[in-house]
């Protein structure tokens, strides 16, 4: 009998262990610069919604509930200013989840093409290949992609892994054409708060989308600026007719966001200090990090936003990450991302301020 695992390729964190075993070696311990998990502790407004909500005996709503719902509009409102009716938003388990599941939901199968950068997350073409639909790459979806038979477009800006950020010109050019060729846009905005050099920009601005929502879809992400990877909390929103189609599809599957972590995450959108208090930490290991790099000969590429520093020696991935590791320095091979990636390795700025600063001694 054939597997969905017999369509998916080996998953490439398994490859990286020799070199994990390596850079646990060192006498002063690993630096694990490649996994970009938080390592920061979640926020208290958060730890104390959680515990206040702990007694839920019920089923919750696979919709949110309304006090959740509003907070996303709120933030949206706040943060991009966007608005979004409280009925285009629904609350995931998890951004991945959602990645891996949105083609299926949305119905692509054999026959339908979905498109990706190509350089991107790996999720985007496991999504594909779980719905039997066929995964394409573009470096341009506009000059790169035949639409024919194209039905859903991934963006990821700012990106992972290059932290690339698309403007407002080059997403509303892409909305246009996506919208001649009756393709559903997917934009994966789960870093948007972490702009560095640059002001990142959702597909649902109005200078990108003319205020219409139509065949867009958003999707954010608590876990970076909230320390909420644990959680499993992100949502969906854009249009309305597609988030009610999702919200059907998941009450049918029972695709739901347990009730203490929908309290969570109305205290994490709600409140803004634990963000700047974050987003400091991270300007400052980003800071040391790309300086320890670029004076040990790397070259950092794009990386103007998000949770990672895209580098390079011009040499192939893997000969950089074993490097690395000799010195107890964990990254991930640019590989992972794509082959546009082979002379490139992600190195995230997930580690603690002293892990960091180890890292940096050791570059020298």
Same mark, same amino acid.
């Given at each position: 009998? *054939? &597997?969905?695992?017999?369509?998916?390729? $080996?998953? =490439?964190?398994?490859? %990286?262990? @020799?070199? #994990?075993?390596?850079? !646990?070696?060192?006498?002063?311990?690993?630096?694990?610069?490649?996994?970009?998990?938080?390592?920061?502790?979640?926020?208290?407004?958060?730890?104390?919604?959680?515990?206040?909500?702990?007694?839920?005996?019920?089923?919750?709503?696979?919709?949110?509930?309304?006090?959740?719902?509003?907070?996303?509009?709120?933030?949206?409102?706040?943060?991009?200013?966007?608005?979004?009716?409280?009925?285009?938003?629904?609350?995931?388990?998890?951004?991945?989840?959602?990645?891996?599941?949105?083609?299926?939901?949305?119905?692509?199968?054999?026959?339908?093409?979905?498109?990706?950068?190509?350089?991107?997350?790996?999720?985007?073409?496991?999504?594909?290949?779980? *719905? &039997?639909?066929?995964?394409?790459?573009? $470096?341009? =979806?506009?000059?790169? %992609?035949? @639409?024919? #038979?194209?039905?859903? !477009?991934?963006?990821?800006?700012?990106?992972?892994?290059?932290?690339?950020?698309?403007?407002?010109?080059?997403?509303?050019?892409?909305?246009?054409?996506?919208?001649?060729?009756?393709?559903?846009?997917?934009?994966?905005?789960?870093?948007?708060?972490?702009?560095?050099?640059?002001?990142?920009?959702?597909?649902?601005?109005?200078?990108?989308?003319?205020?219409?929502?139509?065949?867009?879809?958003?999707?954010?992400?608590?876990?970076?600026?909230?320390?909420?990877?644990?959680?499993?909390?992100?949502?969906?929103?854009?249009?309305?007719?597609?988030?009610?189609?999702?919200?059907?599809?998941?009450?049918?599957?029972?695709?739901?966001?347990?009730?203490?972590?929908?309290?969570?995450?109305?205290?994490?959108?709600?409140?803004?200090?634990?963000?700047?208090?974050?987003?400091?930490?991270?300007?400052?290991?980003?800071?040391?990090?790309?300086?320890?790099?670029?004076?040990?000969?790397?070259?950092?590429?794009?990386?103007?936003?998000?949770?990672?520093?895209?580098?390079?020696?011009?040499?192939?991935?893997?000969?950089?990450?074993?490097?690395?590791?000799?010195?107890?320095?964990?990254?991930?091979?640019?590989?992972?991302?794509?082959?546009?990636?082979?002379?490139?390795?992600?190195?995230?700025?997930?580690?603690?301020?002293?892990?960091?600063?180890?890292?940096?001694?050791?570059?020298?």
């Amino acid at each position: 009998m *054939a &597997r969905v695992t017999d369509r998916l390729p $080996v998953f =490439p964190w398994d490859r %990286l262990e @020799p070199y #994990r075993t390596a850079a !646990l070696a060192h006498e002063d311990g690993v630096v694990d610069l490649s996994v970009g998990t938080p390592v920061d502790s979640v926020p208290e407004v958060v730890q104390r919604a959680l515990a206040g909500a702990s007694d839920r005996p019920g089923y919750p709503q696979t919709w949110g509930t309304p006090a959740l719902r509003d907070a996303v509009a709120r933030w949206m409102d706040r943060r991009l200013s966007i608005t979004v009716p409280p009925a285009a938003v629904l609350p995931v388990i998890g951004s991945k989840e959602l990645v891996a599941l949105l083609p299926l939901l949305l119905d692509l199968g054999p026959g339908d093409r979905l498109a990706y950068p190509a350089l991107a997350y790996p999720t985007y073409e496991i999504g594909a290949l779980a *719905a &039997r639909a066929e995964p394409v790459t573009y $470096v341009d =979806p506009v000059i790169d %992609l035949d @639409p024919e #038979r194209v039905r859903m !477009l991934w963006l990821n800006t700012p990106s992972n892994p290059t932290g690339r950020t698309l403007g407002v010109d080059e997403l509303r050019r892409i909305v246009e054409w996506a919208r001649a060729h009756d393709v559903v846009v997917v934009s994966d905005e789960c870093y948007i708060e972490l702009g560095w050099d640059v002001t990142p920009v959702s597909v649902l601005d109005e200078r990108v989308c003319g205020g219409r929502h139509d065949g867009l879809i958003a999707v954010h992400s608590l876990s970076k600026r909230s320390n909420f990877a644990g959680y499993r909390g992100a949502f969906v929103v854009g249009d309305p007719v597609l988030v009610k189609e999702l919200l059907e599809i998941r009450k049918h599957l029972g695709l739901i966001v347990p009730a203490p972590v929908q309290e969570a995450m109305v205290a994490a959108l709600d409140d803004t200090g634990h963000v700047a208090a974050q987003r400091e930490l991270y300007a400052r290991r980003r800071s040391v990090l790309k300086a320890a790099l670029t004076g040990a000969g790397f070259r950092v590429d794009h990386s103007e936003a998000g949770l990672y520093l895209w580098a390079t020696r011009d040499e192939p991935c893997w000969d950089t990450v074993a490097e690395l590791s000799k010195r107890g320095i964990l990254v991930a091979p640019g590989e992972f991302y794509g082959p546009a990636g082979q002379r490139h390795v992600r190195v995230a700025l997930t580690a603690t301020d002293e892990r960091v600063d180890a890292a940096a001694r050791r570059l020298a």
